[in-house]
């Protein structure tokens, strides 16, 4: 079972041990965001995707090695 985007970013940020304020600072967008997206309200933009990898990058889980496999196997890919 593929889980939705909330719970990727949900499972990505508790993995990386930062609240959701941390995460929408790391990502420039507002609290209320990460909490619409971690409650499956709406989803990140393109842009917003690649913010997310980008800061999974910067910290150390740039190859996704470290992130529970069902993480892993639904993470969007790069375009």
Same mark, same amino acid.
């Given at each position: 079972?593929?889980?939705?985007?909330?719970?990727?970013?949900?499972?990505?940020?508790?993995? %990386?041990?930062? !609240?959701?304020?941390?995460?929408?600072?790391?990502?420039?967008? !507002?609290?209320? !965001?990460?909490?619409? &997206?971690?409650?499956?309200?709406?989803?990140?933009?393109?842009?917003? &995707?690649?913010?997310?990898?980008?800061?999974?990058?910067?910290?150390?889980?740039?190859?996704?090695?470290? %992130?529970?496999?069902?993480?892993?196997?639904? &993470?969007?890919?790069?375009?």
């Amino acid at each position: 079972m593929s889980e939705n985007p909330g719970n990727l970013i949900r499972s990505l940020r508790q993995r %990386l041990g930062i !609240t959701q304020e941390e995460f929408a600072h790391a990502v420039a967008v !507002t609290v209320s !965001t990460v909490n619409r &997206w971690e409650n499956a309200h709406s989803e990140p933009s393109k842009l917003a &995707w690649r913010a997310i990898q980008e800061l999974a990058s910067r910290r150390g889980l740039a190859d996704l090695a470290s %992130l529970p496999s069902n993480v892993q196997s639904n &993470w969007p890919q790069s375009q």
